[in-house]
């Protein structure tokens, strides 16, 4: 992707010196503080050893401060994953006239940039049907706006912001993601950029509850599939994350975390695998051809698995009743193929939806496993995996249901793939 | 037991192993008696069982009667060889490709069998139903996979040591066996299949299939013929084991850099499998496709497994199924991730027999009222393959070999076979004190030594039967079968389990047996009780005349000196030829002075002027002057000192180890010129009971269960082991719960290097468990 912005070598002015609005009450500044009594107390309920604790977000950073460690505009956050950047980006919307006139042209033309384009590049792309709007951040209103691009296309990215003198507005870009890491000293000599890198799983349980608790008007934030094992009424509807914990949280990017999450500084990784939406996608390249993600998935949902795998009923003629194993569940996934003939008769819609069917079923499985060997009841899972994958959200939301008898729920998020990078830039305006 | 301390000679024994495709009469073997028929079809494996009796023959002593005996000869007793007739377990490997071929050859070989039906299972019994029931003319009944499977595996890990093993790709040894556990239960079968089933087994008849996952050998098999366009699952995974995944999987390092610290994931870790592969207009190559997808199912599976195991808090897990099925490199994938994901908690555990549960299940389902759980079975040496007998993995050479039949032969034993109650841990005991498959020095010691004594066995055997004109091709036969059997060894030392003298020892008896040479030493063994039985008044004589304390050392030289006594040990079978009487004597001064190699006589002096202890088990050694003029000795004064005495000794032959049916007949011969013997008897003192075994070596895990009954009843607190075989090479290290006393002079001077000694040294190992300090050196005060 490129950013193909204008180009202005302005003067950088600090923003500390421009006159701001003066600060709103606490109750409009979520971002900033969080004080509720909850985390305390299930933090103070402690888990054992393998835990891993984040130090909150605490009343040491109280309103009155809240100019002094406003960071200057820009603010973005960014996850660099194994195969997307997410990146948002909080456009203000209460810019006086004389906050205007200071800005640097600089600034002005990237706000411009990103606002008035929905693609950047080739490959970059906002997602306008998630911007969160009139959102107070650190005692500022504006728009929250969310954007990706493929990982393989940040030195494109890297080079817009080169050739944008984003080092001149001496903002700090908080990221995440492993690409933090990996690509450090690329922003460092290509772009002048220090990053500041944040550890992701943080980012994520910060992301999430914080958008979950911003998001009270408008559609709800988290939804569940009703009658999950009924075809026909299979309907999402809105759920109230209000009193979340604990809750398993599964991230499915291009692999996927397993967290267990018992307040928003109370958390463990109980596991991963490496079988995620990029084997998804991996696999289908391979198979069909195809080389997107969009691509994929609308192959996979034209096709049908139930040719690829090897059903129950296909050993046993019906149900493994010895086993209470149901007739049309898969016994071998990929295992009709194991047969030349088949192998010649199956089409490329079909192979993608087997892939698709696979991955997202054993996902299923493994996070059952994991819900019981840690008593917990309600999953919700993330990940731009899912990102206009309702196929795959209905078989997970079916495999809970079906497998557990009914005890486990599983939630989805709307901003999907987007809660590392929302966790970054609250660390960015409210450093924990 | 006897040894071999031959070293000279250095005849060629680098013959290529040429082994081809056997003939089916080498395969199908006693089907004239065969019975009970099992099918087990999987998708490209069959595995056919039966159940025939064998008819071997035994050597059996038998008294003479009072009346012929003057008249008849000289001797102590007679020695007779007889049919007897054992019961066997056949189970044959072959592909399915053979299944006409080999239904054929069984129809026409099946005489009388009163046989109406054969127990079949598999997915492809019901494939073959018709062609089954058409060719053999018995009616297919089909059981279920998962019973028979369950039914088998229980009954492998119950009767066959080291069934069970830890693959450990980089060890010095691959193959890590698991001692047998005194309770099986519970534990996890992770059948995989086309897909998985973890099935939680906690009784004989209690199973319960407690999860499972589509993603299995299936898919792996499915997924790898369409992205590679290989059609065979076999060379999916020779594929496999040549290529790199990481060119196709993408790493932590690739996202991060580096390791993920924080959460301790390295680098090298699989963050997406086949996550590099959406990278548009890349080529990959067949081999790292196809390892990318080892990898992938793999750890799919083995992370299923432990959370079950975890929830179920299950730690022993075995893996089974065409997946897994002697292939080193799924075995070593499915290690590798179990090892991650519990961290060393669960170890994966392989069996030696796994694609035989099937077929074993169903046998045993079929032959319920023959109760075949009440018995005890031992592997058959002789007429088992051994583990990757076809692996085309192990042995490239072979690869051509696909008609090859895999064989297992189990025997029923006799006699039921339970722990020594006296084990201080029967769970952690480990009969054998080398184990040769982790010692490469020590391995290539032992197959030379046995090779070299090849020679001597084989002139042994034939002239145990000297009216038997073809005895010596039968011998010849039987140096072939041996001396295959250590070539295979030599290069798959792993094939029967951990490979140990006694092993090397037990084959050796299988394959004497398996050619009619029951007891080549029988002749030999006649010949010294009845030399030795004639010097026995004098020698107890001569020990009365000494003083007590005296004395006691003068019956510890005793056993010692006739321990030494031991032919194929080629140091003194040559003395031994000579004059047993002056051989006696010159044993004694062979043997080391004190301090001995290892040296606790001291402290069981003292223990001898304690109070006696209530009861001593005995297992003796060789026939002769051995047990004749050391061990009875012994024995009388402990009977004398008020203490019972159990003799243990073998069930059967082996070299020239005393029987029990021949120590039945020295006993009674000594009690007649003994008072304090046939008091011992006659009053139940001395009791003579069978150890179950027919080894030179003793695994106190397998003994009679009349043994460990007496045991019990009579309150054992002393335990002595005689000789090489049963305290050297087995026992060493052996905790009992009791005092006990290990006695033994080490005959080979390898092991006497290897121990720090020198040949003839002794080992007097008297121990005295912790937390039990013996009553002698409560009661007496050292002065």
Redesign the interface.
């Known amino acids: 992707m490129a950013f193909n912005g204008h180009q202005r070598e302005d003067e950088s002015i600090d923003e500390d010196e421009t006159p701001t609005k003066q600060p709103r009450s606490e109750k409009e500044m979520p971002g900033c503080v969080k004080t509720e009594p909850r985390n305390e107390a299930s933090a103070s309920a402690g888990r054992a050893t393998s835990e891993?604790r984040t130090s909150s977000s605490t009343a040491r950073h109280r309103s009155d401060s809240v100019k002094k460690t406003r960071p200057p505009f820009p603010w973005f956050g960014m996850d660099i994953?194994?195969?997307l950047v997410k990146l948002v980006y909080f456009e203000p919307k209460d810019i006086t006239a004389e906050e205007e006139q200071e800005e640097v042209e600089n600034l002005k033309s990237i706000r411009r940039y990103l606002t008035s384009n929905t693609a950047y590049g080739k490959t970059g792309i906002r997602d306008v049907h998630l911007e969160l709007q009139d959102l107070t951040l650190c005692g500022r209103t504006g728009n929250l706006h969310f954007i990706r691009f493929p990982t393989?296309d940040l030195p494109a990215f890297l080079q817009m912001g080169r050739n944008k003198h984003f080092s001149s507005l001496h903002t700090t870009l908080c990221a995440t993601?492993?690409?933090a890491?990996?690509?450090?000293s690329d922003f460092r000599t290509m772009a002048d950029l220090q990053l500041h890198k944040l550890?992701e799983?943080d980012c994520l349980i910060r992301g999430v509850l914080y958008i979950d608790s911003v998001m009270s008007s408008g559609p709800s934030e988290c939804y569940y599939f009703e009658n999950p094992t009924d075809p026909d009424h299979c309907v999402q509807k809105p759920y109230t994350l209000e009193n979340p914990y604990p809750l398993l949280l599964v991230n499915i990017?291009?692999?996927v975390s397993i967290l267990a999450v018992y307040s928003e500084s109370n958390y463990k990784?109980v596991?991963g695998?490496?079988?995620?939406?990029?084997?998804f996608?991996?696999?289908c390249?391979?198979?069909t051809g195809c080389?997107t993600f969009e691509e994929a998935l609308e192959m996979a949902s034209q096709g049908e698995s139930t040719r690829?795998?090897?059903l129950v009923r296909d050993?046993y003629g019906g149900d493994y009743e010895?086993?209470g194993l149901p007739g049309w569940?898969?016994?071998?996934?990929?295992?009709?193929?194991?047969s030349?003939e088949k192998?010649e008769s199956v089409s490329k819609e079909d192979?993608a939806r087997a892939t698709l069917v696979?991955i997202t079923?054993?996902i299923g499985?493994?996070t059952r496993?994991?819900a019981?060997?840690e008593n917990i009841e309600r999953v919700v899972f993330v990940g731009n995996f899912l990102r206009v994958n309702t196929l795959s959200m209905k078989l997970l939301a079916y495999a809970m249901d079906y497998w557990s008898k009914g005890q486990l729920k599983a939630l989805f998020l709307r901003h999907e793939g987007y809660f590392g990078a929302v966790g970054a830039l609250l660390e960015l305006l409210h450093p924990s | 037991m006897a040894e071999f301390v031959r070293l000279d000679s250095s005849t060629s024994r680098h013959t290529m192993d040429k082994s081809i495709t056997l003939p089916p009469d080498e395969i199908f073997r006693n089907l004239e008696n065969a019975k009970r028929f099992a099918i087990d079809i999987g998708g490209s494996l069959t595995k056919l069982a039966y159940y025939s009796t064998v008819q071997h023959k035994v050597a059996k002593v038998r008294s003479f009667d009072k009346a012929t005996k003057e008249a008849a000869s000289d001797k102590l007793y007679e020695i007779s060889v007889q049919e007897e007739v054992t019961a066997r377990l056949h189970f044959i490997k072959f592909e399915n490709a053979y299944i006409e071929t080999c239904l054929d050859f069984i129809k026409d070989h099946l005489v009388n069998t009163e046989t109406k039906v054969i127990k079949a299972t598999g997915g492809g019994a019901h494939k073959f139903k018709e062609l089954i029931e058409r060719k053999l003319g018995l009616k297919v009944d089909k059981e279920d996979e998962m019973t028979c499977l369950i039914k088998g595996c229980n009954f492998v890990l119950r009767n066959i040591p080291h069934e069970a093993f830890v693959y450990a790709k980089h060890a010095d040894s691959e193959f890590r066996f698991q001692t047998t556990q005194p309770d099986i239960f519970p534990y996890l079968l992770v059948n995989i299949g086309s897909g998985v089933s973890i099935v939680k087994v906690e009784s004989e008849d209690k199973f319960e299939r407690i999860g499972g996952s589509s993603i299995g050998g299936g898919t792996f098999w499915g997924l790898g013929a369409l992205l590679t366009k290989t059609e065979r699952f076999d060379e999916l995974l020779q594929l496999a084991s040549k290529g790199q995944h990481t060119s196709v999987d993408m790493l932590v390092k690739d996202i991060y850099g580096g390791s993920y610290s924080s959460l301790g994931l390295t680098g090298d870790l699989i963050a997406s499998s086949f996550g590099k592969s959406a990278t548009a207009d890349k080529e990959f190559s067949k081999e790292d496709m196809a390892k990318s997808l080892l990898h992938m199912i793999s750890n799919d599976i083995g992370q299923l497994a432990c959370l079950y195991a975890k929830l179920h808090n299950l730690s022993r897990v075995y893996f089974g199924g065409f997946f897994i099925r002697g292939h080193p490199v799924t075995m070593h994938t499915i290690t590798y991730s179990i090892n991650f994901f519990t961290k060393g908690e669960v170890q994966a555990l392989f069996l030696r027999h796994e694609g035989y549960l099937g077929a074993i299940g169903a046998f045993l389902k079929g032959a319920e009222e023959d109760n075949p759980n009440q018995y005890s079975w031992g592997e058959n040496y002789a007429g088992s393959s051994g583990l990757m007998s076809v692996s085309p993995d192990m042995n490239p050479m072979q690869r051509a070999r696909s008609g090859t039949f895999d064989m297992l032969e189990m025997d029923r034993l006799e006699r039921q076979l339970v722990n020594l109650p006296l084990l201080q841990d029967p769970s952690s005991y480990i009969p054998d004190t080398m184990d040769l498959t982790e010692d490469a020095l020590a391995r290539e010691y032992w197959l030379y030594c046995f090779e070299e004594a090849l020679d001597g066995v084989v002139k042994r055997a034939v002239a145990s039967q000297p009216d038997m004109p073809e005895a010596a091709e039968r011998a010849e036969k039987f140096r072939q079968k041996y001396r295959h059997k250590l070539e295979t060894l030599r290069h798959q030392p792993f094939a029967y389990g951990s490979l140990t003298v006694r092993s090397l020892l037990d084959t050796r008896e299988h394959c004497l047996n398996e050619f009619n040479f029951p007891d080549p030493y029988s002749k030999i063994k006649q010949n010294e009780n009845d030399l030795a039985l004639k010097y026995y008044q004098k020698a107890v004589k001569s020990l009365e005349e000494l003083s007590w304390e005296e004395r006691q050392f003068a019956l510890v030289r005793g056993v010692l000196a006739g321990n030494v006594f031991d032919w194929g040990a080629k140091a003194v079978s040559d003395v031994l030829e000579s004059d047993p009487e002056f051989g006696f004597e010159q044993a004694k001064r062979q043997l080391e002075e004190r301090p001995w190699l290892v040296d606790s006589y001291d402290q069981w002096l003292e223990r001898l002027k304690g109070p006696p202890h209530k009861c001593a088990l005995f297992f003796v050694d060789n026939s002769g002057v051995d047990i004749i003029l050391g061990v009875i000795p012994f024995v009388r004064e402990l009977l004398s000192r008020g203490t019972e005495v159990v003799l243990a000794s073998n069930s059967g032959p082996a070299l020239n180890d005393v029987t029990n049916g021949e120590l039945q007949i020295l006993t009674e011969r000594i009690a007649a010129m003994d008072p304090v013997i046939q008091a011992g008897l006659r009053e139940d003192r001395l009791t003579l009971v069978q150890s179950g075994s027919s080894s030179p070596c003793l695994d106190l895990s397998r003994l009679d269960k009349v043994l460990a009954m007496v045991v019990r009843e009579r309150q054992t607190d002393l335990v002595i082991i005689e000789g090489m075989g049963r305290a050297i090479h087995t026992n060493y290290y052996a905790m009992l719960s009791c005092e006990s006393l290990k006695m033994a002079v080490i005959k080979n001077s390898w092991l006497a290097d290897r121990l720090g000694g020198k040949l003839f040294s002794v080992v007097f190992k008297y121990e005295v468990p912790a937390g039990k300090p013996s009553q002698g050196s409560a009661a007496v005060t050292p002065s």
């Open positions: 891993r994953g194994g195969t393989h993601g492993g690409g890491y990996k690509f450090e550890d799983l990017g291009s692999g990784r596991t695998t490496s079988l995620g939406g990029g084997t996608l991996g696999l390249c391979l198979l080389s690829v795998d090897k050993i010895r086993f569940a898969v016994a071998s996934s990929f295992g009709n193929m194991m030349k192998r192979l696979t079923n054993n499985s493994i496993m994991c019981v060997n």
